[in-house]
């Protein structure tokens, strides 16, 4: 399938690389509100550059990936749409709920297909993760635990204004991955309590180009509270950008027969933890599964997995096969109305409700992944 980029920001790096690990499709064009920056992906990866509107009407494009900051996602998916093509985006799908559930309105009404990432579920260890818990190695999930906590992204990002407005935040940007990781483990959501803070109401910008500008913080920089999900596993959260350092682990799920702790959902492979009752922790290795085979350094020259792009070519091979892809627009409708009703019951000081569920994504085998990839 042909496909073109809207966004070349920081992480479109990774997508245009992706086409070199799947098999189903190729970047032929790209562009950005900046034109300049759309012609220097253009060049560097041999593609053409061309303005959002000419990407949108152009014949040769079925599918758009959607790059652009988070306030931009939901008109980037209405317009590509609009012009006939399905899309695949960052996350989070868009803002809000309604947002949302506009992007998905259209898309039945023009049968087109969006998905959304995350799509590091999909990943080695989220995967062997849901395999040891459909083979009942710790029994039903009752209880758990998820931890992001960190100083923020000011930092290392060279543009971190966004996240720190409506739209990113700890549970929006990083959240995402967390709670789709355990949709994807333990099925949807059903209600959440949380409360909300904001330690400093500026940040001071530390990367370069800009460091020393400031940062208006728009959006709770922490958000702590507890999901029940669907099965009636309680699970608590602390998402925060005000901490410099913890000993928490990512992710612990405790189950009637034993407990598990699976690695930081951002990434593709990890060790999995798993202890029967009272006994030692057994390691699960994944690096050997083909999206848990390191195949990239990280800034640490660390050698990590890293197989963003998943999503999107398992939406490709969907497209093709006329099935529901893993990274489906009921997921991340869902994952978007729980990350809106974490900062929204934070605010009201009421549990919220959610309206929207949806389906745990078909497990992705071995099998099904050789048939996408090149190598
Ligand atoms: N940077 C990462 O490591 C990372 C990782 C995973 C996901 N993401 C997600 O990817 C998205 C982009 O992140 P980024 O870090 O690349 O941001 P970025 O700011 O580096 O790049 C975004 C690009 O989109 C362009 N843009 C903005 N609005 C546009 C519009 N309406 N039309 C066309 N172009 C537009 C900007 O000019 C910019 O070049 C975000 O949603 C983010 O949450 C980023």
């Given at each position: 399938m042909h496909v073109g980029i809207i966004g070349c920001g920081n992480i479109s790096e990774t997508y245009f690389n992706c086409q070199n690990i799947y098999n189903n499709f190729t970047v032929i064009s790209c562009a950005d509100l900046d034109i300049d920056i759309a012609k220097k992906s253009a060049e560097k990866f041999n593609v053409k550059a061309q303005s959002v509107e000419d990407l949108l009407s152009n014949s040769d494009i079925d599918l758009i990936i959607n790059l652009t900051v988070p306030s931009a996602?939901?008109?980037?998916?209405?317009?590509?749409?609009?012009?006939?093509?399905?899309?695949?985006?960052?996350?989070?799908?868009?803002?809000?709920?309604?947002?949302?559930?506009?992007?998905?309105?259209?898309?039945?009404?023009?049968?087109?297909?969006?998905?959304?990432?995350?799509?590091?579920?999909?990943?080695a260890a989220g995967q062997k993760a849901r395999q040891l818990l459909e083979n009942d190695e710790i029994g039903e999930v009752v209880l758990g635990t998820f931890n992001i906590m960190s100083h923020g992204m000011e930092d290392w990002h060279p543009n971190p204004d966004f996240f720190f407005k409506p739209g990113a935040g700890p549970v929006f940007d990083l959240g995402v991955y967390y709670l789709t990781q355990l949709i994807n483990l333990i099925g949807p959501i059903k209600s959440i309590s949380s409360i909300s803070g904001t330690a400093t109401p500026e940040r001071i910008i530390t990367s370069q180009p800009r460091s020393g500008e400031k940062i208006k913080v728009e959006t709770p920089t922490t958000l702590m509270g507890t999901l029940e999900f669907y099965n009636?596993?309680?699970?608590?959260?602390?998402?925060?950008?005000?901490?410099?350092?913890?000993?928490?682990?990512e992710i612990e799920l405790y189950g009637l027969g034993g407990s598990m702790i699976i690695p930081d959902p951002n990434f593709f492979s990890g060790n999995i933890l798993v202890s029967k009752k009272e006994k030692d922790w057994q390691v699960v290795n994944n690096d050997k599964m083909l999206l848990g085979n390191p195949n990239t350094l990280d800034n640490n020259n660390t050698e990590v997995a890293n197989y963003r792009g998943i999503g999107l070519s398992d939406m490709i091979d969907s497209i093709q096969n006329s099935r529901t892809p893993r990274c489906n627009i009921d997921l991340s409708l869902h994952v978007l109305e729980v990350m809106e009703g974490i900062l929204i019951g934070a605010e009201n000081k009421k549990i919220y409700n959610l309206k929207s569920t949806c389906n745990q994504p078909k497990i992705l085998l071995e099998e099904d992944i050789k048939k996408i990839l090149f190598i």
């Open positions: 996602h939901k008109e980037v998916i209405i317009n590509s749409l609009k012009a006939g093509k399905h899309c695949f985006s960052e996350k989070p799908l868009a803002m809000n709920f309604d947002e949302g559930k506009e992007i998905y309105e259209l898309s039945k009404q023009k049968n087109l297909y969006i998905g959304c990432a995350p799509d590091t579920f999909l990943g009636n596993a309680k699970i608590q959260f602390f998402c925060s950008w005000d901490v410099w350092k913890h000993k928490h682990s």
